[in-house]
């Protein structure tokens, strides 16, 4: 399986589940259904295209490289004439995560990795006001799964971060096959259709585990990366 990571961190990201009109909830971490519709956007797959449910076969796990604090913001807004009512949103401040796409399609990872160095379409970290902070950093490994290279590449948290926080363990959010001895769960983060007008989701199953610090890689320093 070939695999490919993606570093997201912005000022603010969000990732919505199941929220009411009134209140803008989100996930503690990028969902896959958020991931397949950046990967779609970079590709120039509009909303209603089919070839969107195809990228739900990606094998996927985020690891949670530096917790965020959630904001929350208000808006008013007016939903009919004369009427108008608060809305809240919530948003992650200043999280890191990595993310990894795998599959056995060696060329659809590369396609992956090219359109997201040269997107279709404004990429952004779930909501659309959510720009990534600067170029995407991108990575690919040959003949492994997401989780082995989660397991195994450097901690990505910012030096202030890991300076400042005690942290031993880093959390692994993974499609359930992927982490056979764990319990799995239920999510309802599958792509159906990303339509405005009829946007719908499946379950998909999860199961969760950690990484040890120490197992990890050191962090090298590119001075070129950003190119």
């Known amino acids: 399986m070939k695999t490919l990571t993606i570093k997201l961190t912005a000022p603010l990201q969000s990732y919505g589940n199941e929220a009411s009109f009134s209140r803008r909830t989100t996930t503690h ?21 089919q070839r969107i449910l195809a990228l739900n076969d990606l094998s996927f796990a985020v ?23 608060i809305t809240y949103r919530d948003y992650l401040q200043d999280a890191v995560f990595m993310v990894a796409l795998g599959s056995q399609q060696d060329q ?16 952004f970290l779930g909501r659309r006001s959510n720009a990534p ?28 971060y890991q300076k400042k926080n005690q942290v031993r363990t880093l959390d692994i959010v993974a499609d359930a096959n992927l982490v ?23 379950f998909r199953a999860i199961a969760k585990t950690s990484v040890s610090l120490n197992q990890l890689g050191s962090q090298a320093h590119d001075i070129m990366g950003f190119l």
């Open 108 to 123: 659809l990872i590369d396609e992956i990795q090219d359109a997201l160095r040269h997107p279709h379409f404004q990429l």
């Open 63 to 85: 690891r949670i490289d530096q917790v965020a604090k959630i904001l929350t913001d208000y808006q008013t807004v007016e939903w009919k004439k004369d009427t108008r009512k």
């Open 180 to 202: 056979p001895t764990a319990q799995g769960a239920m999510i309802k983060d599958q792509v159906e259709s990303f339509d405005q007008r009829n946007r719908r989701y499946g």
């Open 29 to 49: 971490y990028p969902t896959k259904s958020a991931v397949i519709g950046m990967v779609a956007a970079a590709l120039g797959y509009r909303r209603s295209d």
């Open 133 to 160: 902070a600067g170029v995407l950093q991108l990575q690919v490994f040959t003949e492994t799964t997401p989780l082995a290279v989660l397991e195994q590449i450097a901690w990505q948290a910012a030096p202030w």
